[in-house]
């Protein structure tokens, strides 16, 4: 096991009434790359802020690997920390221009002196924006401003950074370049923690997943432990007119015996609730079989006895989404 180097206990924040963030717990592992997935308003960009300690926790409390390695309470002491690089939300700049930010930046940071200007050259043309080394900011896009946010995260060459929605606003140009360099981050054994609603974009790259919804984690685990979780038999059949609500329970009962013996029968209950499902704004009914060719010709004979009276099916088809997609999607529901 590799060593942990952050640590939520308990971590809760609320905004006047509101947990923003509750009781999560986390363990992040040096050279893991964490999806932190959630929909607007999960509490993400809450949970990057108390980890910068730009909030303060409610309740509970943050640990972070220092350089004598040991897990240090960042509420008691946040000095001599592992190195951390930080992009939250839209980056806000005071208006001077990429050369003087970043070198007042590099101080901050006690970057060596000498390698100060080489860095910033490097990084501003790695990303495009050389030319733009002494414009003033103000006059930047919006996607500049974020890549300038991305080389500030990253500028000291951190331990660990901790990006917010790293790719709002980029060109898919950009996009490649950032991937490009978390790659490499990744490969040095450095840690990384992407916050993004951007499930298919984030997976990519990442190790694990947290899913976090209403300032709650709902799954946190390897991205390959999920998919497997998730490894359905299923048929997606598509109606002709939706099914009354009033007959709605009737239809999904009767199809819950009729078609039993057939049924998958080892369904993550806290995922899908029932082996038969139905959504009435696309008219669509997923059945989830037991993966055998037999059960599922018996599923369609019996459709078309039992059930013509019910409902009529237009055509049949596999999943679209992906197994992360809708695990993302029946969590957050
Ligand atoms: N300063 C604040 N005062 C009051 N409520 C806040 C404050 N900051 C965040 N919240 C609330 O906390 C909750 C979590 O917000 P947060 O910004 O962490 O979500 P998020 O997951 O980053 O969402 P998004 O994907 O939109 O960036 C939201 O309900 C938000 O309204
Ligand atoms: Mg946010």
């Known amino acids: 096991m590799t060593e942990i180097i952050l640590k939520t206990n308990n971590l809760s924040k609320k905004f006047g009434k509101n947990f923003a963030v509750k009781n999560l717990n986390l363990e992040v592992h040096k050279g893991e790359t964490i999806g932190f997935v959630g929909p607007n308003g999960a509490g993400k960009t809450t949970t990057i802020k108390l ?39 839209i980056p806000v700049f005071y208006d001077s221009n990429p050369n003087v930010l970043l070198k007042h930046y590099a101080k901050l940071h006690n970057y060596p002196k000498e390698k100060i200007n080489q860095r910033i050259d490097e990084l501003l043309s790695h990303f495009n924006l050389i030319n733009w080394k002494k414009k003033r900011i103000k006059t930047f896009s919006k996607g500049m401003k974020q890549k300038l946010g991305f080389i500030q995260a990253i500028f000291h060459d951190p331990e660990i950074i901790f990006l917010d929605e790293p790719q709002t ?28 609603h951007m499930l298919r974009e984030i997976s990519e790259v990442c190790d694990k997943i947290a899913f976090i919804n209403n ?19 299923e048929i997606i059949c598509q109606l002709l007119n939706p099914i009354p609500l009033e007959k709605l329970e009737f239809v999904i009962n009767k199809l819950n015996e009729k078609l039993a013996l057939y049924l998958d029968k080892n ?53 679209k989404t992906s197994l992360l997609e809708k695990l993302y999607l029946e969590k957050i529901k």
Do not use: H
């Open 215 to 233: 300032g709650e984690i709902i799954k946190f685990d390897r991205i390959e432990n999920m998919e497997k979780l998730l490894k359905t038999n």
């Open 267 to 319: 369904l993550d209950p806290i995922i899908f609730k029932s082996p038969v499902q139905y959504q009435p704004s696309i008219k669509e009914l997923v059945i989830f079989y037991d993966g055998n060719p037999e059960s599922k010709g018996e599923i369609f004979k019996i459709l078309g006895k039992d059930f013509a009276s019910d409902f009529t099916i237009i055509s049949f088809s596999q999943s």
């Open 51 to 89: 980890i910068a300690k730009l909030l303060r926790p409610t309740t509970g409390n943050i640990s972070i690997k220092n350089n004598r390695n040991i897990l240090q309470d960042i509420s008691v002491n946040s000095q001599d920390l592992i190195s951390m690089g930080f992009l939250i939300d």
């Open 169 to 196: 606003g980029l060109d898919p140009k950009a996009r490649i370049k950032i991937r490009q360099y978390l790659k490499t981050f990744k490969e040095q054994n450095k840690t990384i923690f992407i916050a993004s």
